[in-house]
């Protein structure tokens, strides 16, 4: 079956730097396009960015220049990096793959910027 385990997730302060990882399985991870979304406090859950099987990236303009996204199919992991964090950037940020018009998510990793 498959299974989306995010980590890297904390407390950071404002202007510092994260990276987040997604190992997947039970799927073949370098066929598909991968997304990262976020869910602030109170808020929709939003999609952040997505990188095709080819490597191409897409990204929300709120993050765009200064979040990178990236896999390593070796691996089958997906990647987040994000800098230049901004407290508005606080939220639960998921793994998604989407396979047969079925959305597939981990359980989250949970950012916080302070200010």
């Known amino acids: 079956q498959v299974q989306l385990v995010e980590s890297g997730g904390g407390l950071v302060q404002a202007g510092g730097s994260l990276r987040l990882s997604c190992v997947a399985s039970g799927f073949i991870f370098s066929s598909n396009t991968m997304r990262w979304y976020r869910q602030a406090p109170g808020k929709q859950r939003e999609l952040v960015a997505a990188?095709?099987?080819?490597?191409?990236?897409n990204y929300a303009d709120s993050v765009k220049g200064r979040f990178t996204i990236s896999r390593e199919n070796a691996k089958n992991t997906l990647y987040l990096q994000m800098n230049t964090l901004t407290p508005e950037d606080t939220a639960v940020y998921y793994c998604?793959?989407?396979?047969?018009?079925?959305?597939?998510w981990g359980k989250g990793t949970p950012v916080t910027v302070s200010s």
């Open positions: 990188i095709s099987s080819g490597g191409i990236p």
């Open positions: 998604n793959v989407k396979r047969f018009a079925t959305d597939y």
